[in-house]
């Protein structure tokens, strides 16, 4: 079975501070996703990387950063928390981009406060 | 932009009864329907994945169908249980230029099936 960890489930931090949110998948899958999910707004995609090093804007990507150093972790940065980055942070990951089969694979999420 | 709507937003529904939810997407132009649930404060759990070329699937009590040409998908749970109680969401994977697999998901479905 597929597994995709993240590193906190909770976490509350200050407006300003530098916040990292981790995420381990164990399935060497080629792609991985960042969204956030909010009230009455969805899951909205944040940032990708369809291999190591890489990755590509998605919808929100303004006051985010990521990395991807390796294969199997891809972290969300926030440079300077704010309060409406106050929210639940999915991580997913797949095997590849170009199958008509491949599905997305979620962790737990991170349940962030930004007070 | 593909935009994906899910109704209804909330179902409430006793135990035993067989129901739909509905999704609809915008452009025709997808490698494939996903159905997700999420249960409260949790991740998404892929449930099922029609490919483009594909009408249905099935799995269990579940049946999920896909008409393209009217950009329109059907997840149908027989006989509900109380521990199908969780949100539905409907996501497509977009097939055209680099779109590296991403998802574009729906507002979700609310279900609550009482005993």
């Known amino acids: 079975d597929v597994k995709v960890t993240q590193s906190s489930r909770y976490l509350v931090k200050r407006t300003g501070e530098k916040v990292f949110l981790e995420c381990v998948q164990d399935?060497?899958?080629?792609?991985m996703f960042w969204y956030r999910q909010d009230p009455g707004l969805g899951l909205r995609l944040i940032y990708f990387s369809y291999d190591v090093k890489m990755k590509e804007k998605g919808d929100i990507p303004e006051g985010y950063s990521v990395s991807r150093e390796k294969k199997e972790r891809f972290s969300l940065i926030l440079e300077s928390a704010s309060t409406n980055q106050t929210s639940m942070y999915l991580c997913?990951?797949?095997?590849?981009?170009?199958?008509?089969?491949?599905?997305?694979?979620f962790g737990p999420g991170t349940r962030l406060t930004v007070l | 932009k593909q935009e994906v709507t899910q109704i209804p937003a909330a179902l409430s529904v006793p135990e035993g009864e067989n129901l739909v939810l509905n999704c609809s997407f915008t452009?025709?132009?997808?490698?494939?329907l996903q159905w997700f649930r999420q249960d409260p404060g949790k991740g998404l759990t892929s449930l099922l994945l029609?490919?483009?070329?594909?009408r249905e699937q099935t799995s269990g009590r579940l049946n999920a169908s896909l008409d393209k040409s009217s950009g329109r998908s059907t997840l149908y749970i027989a006989a509900s249980q109380p521990g199908d109680s969780a949100t539905y969401l409907c996501?497509?994977?977009?097939?055209?230029?680099?779109?590296?697999?991403?998802?574009?998901f729906g507002q979700g479905t609310i279900l609550t099936v009482h005993p």
């Open positions: 029609i490919q483009s070329s594909q």
């Open positions: 399935m060497d899958h080629e792609n």
């Open positions: 997913a990951s797949s095997l590849s981009w170009d199958s008509s089969t491949d599905t997305q694979y």
């Open positions: 996501a497509v994977s977009y097939a055209g230029g680099t779109s590296y697999g991403k998802l574009t």
């Open positions: 452009d025709s132009a997808i490698y494939n």
